[in-house]
Structures are given as C-alpha cells and as structure tokens.
Nanobody, 123 residues
Framework: VQLQASGGGLAQAGGSLRLSCAASGFTFSSYAMGWFRQAPGKEREFVAA????????YYGDSVKGRFTISRDNAKNTVYLQMNILKPEDTAVYYC?????????????????WGQGTQVTVSS
C-alpha cells in the first residue's frame, strides 16, 4: 500500500495550494479518503474526508468554507484544494484511507497513512 502526497510548499496568507495524494496497493474506490495535518508541538488534526463514491464530504471546523476535498477514482487520487490560506494552516499534511463505510466519513481510525507534505503559509 502506498499513499503518495504532493503539492505542498510555501504560500502567502490569502493564497491557495492544491494537494494531491496518489494511492496504490488497495481498492481505492472502496475506501473513504481523508486529509489530516500536524503542526509543530500540536496533535494531529482532522482536516477533511470524502466518501468512497465521492458523494459526501466532511470537514473540520477550522477549514470549512476554505478547503475542498475531491477524488478521481479513475486516477486513484484524492485532492485537497486549499483557499484563503492562513498562517495557522501551516503544518505537515497527511492523506489517509479508511475502509469503514461510515457516513459522513469521519475517518476515526484510518487503515492506511501516507507520508506527509509540508505546507507553510507566511503572513
């Protein structure tokens, strides 16, 4: 199993970034997919998740209205479009996969984790 995240980098406050996570080694279309983040000295935080078919999304309170999660099951890829970035969005972002068919997809205990990608937002 591999979850390869990419797209992180440096952005200015108010700007945008788009993260991608390419999956392999499991049946992508049967898994809810999500994003978490961890800032230095803080616990890992849920960001967003999308159901296996892509018809339901679920967001953490801190990103609602600014971030959008989507997926392309033909490409085995999940995306996180991050708009109106804030310095407090600075963190390492991780993608995750969850086989549980919960709705909304809360990603309580993901089955698989990817490596992180750093996002840094300057003020």
């Amino acid at each position: 199993v591999q979850l390869q995240a990419s797209g992180g980098g440096l952005a200015q406050a108010g700007g945008s970034l788009r993260l991608s996570c390419a999956a392999s080694g499991f049946t992508f279309s049967s898994y809810a997919m999500g994003w978490f983040r961890q800032a230095p000295g803080k616990e890992r935080e849920f960001v967003a998740a999308i159901s296996w078919g892509g018809y339901m999304a679920y967001y953490g309170d801190s990103v609602k209205g600014r971030f959008t999660i989507s997926r392309d099951n033909a490409k085995n890829t999940v995306y996180l479009q991050m708009n109106i970035l804030k310095p407090e969005d600075t963190a390492v972002y991780y993608c995750a996969a969850d086989s549980r068919k919960s709705l909304p997809p809360t990603m309580v205990v993901p089955d698989y984790w990817g490596q992180g990608t750093q996002v840094t937002v300057s003020s």
